[in-house]
């Protein structure tokens, strides 16, 4: 037991969701592991690190700067940059970086430096967040043919709701528009090396989808959007701390800030070293969230503080010291945020730098079986 909040990173789950969605997928199909924002709240030098052992064909972060920190850090796999800026352009060919490029904006900053730089096309097919649209790739495709320096690396797209089966006409939809426009510009311009469109939820529902690389996020670190799918995978991160201090409420004592829950009946509280300047949001406060303490739910009390939460556990034995569970491989991330309205994505990237990071290693080779 520790003493502490921590969050505990387990490279045997990263592995085994790993081998899960390589098993989703063609021999020949690439797979690109998506680290961005910490690797999804956890550390991106440790995930980078246990998939390059593994064996991953790609990595992709959103910003520049997430790709030099691998690059310095010793990563040697190909990185996908998702959204590059422009003042931050010439870091690319500085730390070999790929640019998902979305806009002629960053088409002609790119092409005005006349060296070589592998490039992914991003179409926009209705998530209209990122991309070119239908209308440009007669322009495109020229830009492109003037530009060889540029290497036709990639051409990629990202779909809006892979995981809603009420929103599959919509998913087959944006997958017709990607071929169709994909296919154009190949003809255009004489094709790309990669085509890739699934995320997580595309690499598990759409396997028509999967054409040469796929990408994964937030399956690699054990959610797969899919109740069904649950038992396939194994959260990657589980988040603990401890009691610091348990009180005796009396009818009207005020709990917290503001007084925001007040006793009706005789009442134990315990109080937690863990709050919103940790990534535990105030929507878990007054009931919506809650901890687990010796197998029993503890629901959060109050408003949530900046460095504490304090839970109900009045019906629970334990004492100050007693280890807390906030999120773990058998209770969930997902479900803890689903409960106040929200999503394991916000939750896990939302974990402060401040929390311990502690780590399952691989341990042996039967994690490295391919």
């Known amino acids: 037991m520790s003493g502490h909040t921590r969050l505990v990173l387990d490279a ?4 085994h969701n790993y081998r899960v969605l390589r098993s989703k997928t063609a021999p020949q ?24 052992q593994l064996g991953i064909d790609y990595l992709a972060v959103a910003y520049v700067p997430e790709g030099i920190a691998l690059r310095e850090a010793g990563i040697h796999t190909p990185i996908l940059v998702l959204h590059p800026q422009l003042d931050q352009l010439d870091e690319l060919w ?5 640019p998902s490029v979305y806009s002629f904006r960053v088409l002609q900053a790119l092409s005005a430096r006349k060296e070589q730089l592998p490039i992914h096309i991003k179409l926009n097919t209705g998530l209209n967040r990122l991309g070119f649209d239908r209308e440009d790739l007669a322009q495109l495709g020229q830009y492109l043919n003037q530009s060889p320096h540029l290497k036709r690396t990639g051409i990629l797209s990202h779909l809006a709701a892979s995981e809603d089966p009420e929103q599959d006409q919509y998913t087959r939809g944006q997958l017709d528009e990607f071929t169709a426009m994909s296919d154009e510009l190949a003809q255009l311009t004489g094709g790309f090396t990669y085509k890739h469109l699934c995320n997580t939820s595309g690499i598990l529902r759409f396997p028509e989808a999967h ?13 797969p959007n899919d109740v069904a799918l649950e038992q396939e995978f194994i959260p990657f991160a589980s988040l603990y701390t401890v009691i610091s201090q348990i009180h005796h409420l009396k009818p009207g004592n005020g709990i917290g800030y503001n007084r925001a829950e007040v006793a009706k009946q ?36 109050g408003n949530v503080c900046m460095d504490m939460i304090m839970v109900n556990v009045t019906d629970i034995e334990c004492a100050e010291g007693d280890e807390v569970v906030v999120f773990d491989q058998r209770h969930r991330a997902d479900q803890l945020a689903e409960g106040a309205g929200t999503i394991s994505y916000e939750l896990l990237t939302a974990l402060s730098r401040r929390i311990k990071r502690s780590y399952v290693p691989l341990e042996d080779s039967k994690w490295l079986q391919k």
């Not at 910490?38 to 995930?47: H, I, K, Q, R, T």
């Not at 500085?94 to 790929?98: F, G, K, R, S």
């Not at 054409?211 to 959610?223: A, P």
Request: charged share 15%; net charge positive; with cysteine.
């Open 94 to 98: 500085n730390y070999c970086l790929e």
């Open 266 to 301: 005789p009442m134990k509280i315990a109080t937690l070293p863990i709050g919103h300047a940790d990534g535990i949001s105030r929507i878990y406060g007054l009931g919506k969230g809650g901890v687990w303490i010796n197998d029993q739910w503890a629901p959060i009390v």
């Open 211 to 223: 054409f040469d690389l796929v990408r994964s996020g937030i399956g690699l670190y054990g959610y």
């Open 29 to 52: 199909t690439a797979l690109l592991g998506v680290v961005k924002a910490m690797a999804y709240g956890s550390d991106s030098l440790f995930v980078a690190r246990t998939l390059a």
């Open 12 to 15: 045997q789950a990263l592995a």
